[in-house]
Structure formats: structure tokens, C-alpha cells
């Protein structure tokens, strides 16, 4: 108790003394025009990954999921929802009751991501996943594959430039 009482002081010592270092002093120079530079964040482009959703299965938690992560990527700022002829990630989800006998319990699902040119292309095999997924666990699973796709999405960034 004692060490993270000093830690937190000390934490604070450094936030006030910061406090009183003169405006400008962490501004970066300008080589070229030996003026000083404004410390302002560049202007991001916006990143928005055209993703498609293909379900099979018969399951009522796998339609769940389906439409549940559906819905994340139609709200998402980070995805475009895309059914047009573009290039794209495709998210191929085929679920299947874990007992056929108790189907409401669980699903078991695979999740495959793959990058597609257009219609007429081969598709590229990216990631995949499976698992079991339960109505309980069925909003951490879909915002684990949400993430997941953003992760391909940035490292396979090159193929989705249009």
C-alpha cells in the first residue's frame, strides 16, 4: 500500500512540474526553415474496410451470430458493409448445433477470413478460427472476431487499396 502510495506521488510530482515548463519548449524545429513548428496531429485518412458477412448453417445461435456481427460492421466506422463487386474481406461463418438433440446449448462455428478481388476471382485464404459459442458468450465472441478482422485488415492493407 505504502509503494503505490509513493508511486502515486511521485506519478504527481512529475504531472506538476510539467505544469510549469514554458509553452513552445517541446515544439519540434524546422531544419528547413529553422522556425518552429506547430505540435498539431496529422490528419488521419479515413480507414474504412469493406468487409462482407456469408453465413451457412441452420443453427439459431450461428444466425444470431451472423446478424449480430453483421450489425457491429453496418455501425462500425472501422468497416463498409459491402455486397457490390469491389475488393474485400470475406468472412465466411458456418455454424452447427453442438448436440442436435439440445440445439438452443451451443453452436460450434468456423470463421474464415478470406480477400476477394471481385465476383469473378479466387479468393485468398488470410486467418480462420473455431470454436463453440454460446447465446451468454455471443456478444464477446462477436466483438472478438469484429477485432480480429480490423487486425487483417490493417495487415493486409495493401490488397484492400483501391
Not at 522556425?35 to 450461428?62: C, F, N
Not at 465476383?119 to 462477436?142: N, P
Amino acid at each position: 500500500m505504502q509503494r503505490r502510495f509513493r508511486v502515486i506521488l511521485c506519478v504527481f510530482g512529475l504531472l506538476c512540474s510539467l505544469a510549469f515548463v514554458p509553452a513552445g519548449t517541446f515544439a519540434a524545429e524546422s531544419p528547413a526553415s529553422g522556425g518552429v513548428v506547430a505540435d498539431t496531429p496529422a490528419v488521419v485518412a479515413s480507414r474504412s474496410t469493406a468487409v462482407t458477412v456469408e453465413h451457412d448453417g441452420t443453427d439459431t445461435i450461428g444466425a444470431q451470430l451472423s446478424f449480430e456481427l453483421k450489425g457491429l460492421f453496418n455501425r462500425s466506422s472501422l468497416f463498409t458493409l459491402s455486397e457490390k463487386d469491389e475488393p474485400k474481406i470475406r468472412l465466411l461463418l458456418s455454424t452447427a448445433s453442438e448436440f442436435p438433440s439440445r440445439p438452443n446449448i451451443a453452436s460450434a462455428y468456423a470463421a474464415v477470413w478470406t480477400f476477394s478481388q471481385g465476383e469473378g476471382t479466387l479468393s485468398f485464404f488470410l486467418a480462420r478460427e473455431v470454436g463453440l459459442v454460446s447465446a451468454d458468450e455471443m456478444d464477446s465472441l462477436v466483438a472478438r472476431l469484429a477485432e480480429k478482422t480490423d487486425g487483417i485488415s490493417v495487415r493486409y492493407n495493401y490488397l484492400l487499396q483501391k
